[in-house]
């Protein structure tokens, strides 16, 4: 029954991409409107990298706690800056 449920998830998963590429390849304003989302997006990230480039220290972010922690901060900073 599990892979029956696993199968169909899939097949709805493979369905849902190809409605999406279809918006995107055929309609001007969703593709365009997509793209305008995804450079915002890289925007934050390269702003991001801007206020802090270096790597975490060998000790640093080796557990979930810890890299949960500084990727909230890292958030925290940059909407701060933003603002």
């Given amino acids: 029954m599990a892979k029956l449920a696993r199968n169909a998830a899939d097949e709805l998963a493979k369905l849902l991409r190809s409605v999406f590429l279809c918006d995107f390849l055929t309609k001007s304003e969703f593709s365009r409107e997509l793209r305008t989302l995804l450079n915002r997006g890289e925007s934050v990230h390269q702003f ?3 206020i802090y ?18 990727s909230g ?8 800056v933003l603002a």
Avoid: S, Y
């Fill in 53 to 70: 480039h270096r790597r975490l220290g060998h000790q640093r972010g080796r557990r979930g706690e810890e890299l949960q922690a500084v």
């Fill in 73 to 80: 901060a890292h958030a925290l900073l940059t909407n701060l």
């Fill in 48 to 50: 991001q990298r801007a």
